[in-house]
């Protein structure tokens, strides 16, 4: 199924986006991931796998380097990388207790 959506043509299947140019451009993701210390971390990717793998062998952001192995709790689709980053800054904004419900009902679902 095909959508216009701000001059760029969405398809349903998660692998990216097509532009009306035929250009693609990958999706981007907002994780969250569970630390071997119980916290947890929030950031953005495109290929989440990839980014998990990373940061559990130590090359990902410098807050995990030392809290592995993360394991993987949220992800949620995101239209670009900027409304990845602005998601990113939102849930990064939430209440410990808030980011733990999110992950139940995302868990849950």
């Known amino acids: ?3 216009l959506a701000k001059g760029w043509l969405l398809y349903t299947r998660a692998v990216g986006v097509l532009s009306v140019t035929g250009k ?3 999706d981007w993701y907002v994780y969250m991931v569970r630390c071997a210390d119980d916290s947890l ?4 990717a495109i290929d989440v796998p990839a980014r998990i793998a990373a940061h559990n062998a130590g090359k990902g952001a410098r807050y995990t380097r030392s809290r592995v192995p993360v394991v993987l709790t949220y992800q949620e689709l995101a239209a670009d990388r900027a409304s990845a980053s602005r998601r990113e800054y ?3 904004q939430l209440s410990r207790r808030e980011k733990l419900l999110l992950i139940e009902s995302y868990s849950g679902s």
């Open 1 to 3: 199924m095909w959508m």
């Open 24 to 26: 693609m451009r990958p």
């Open 41 to 44: 971390y929030t950031g953005i």
């Open 90 to 92: 939102a849930l990064k």
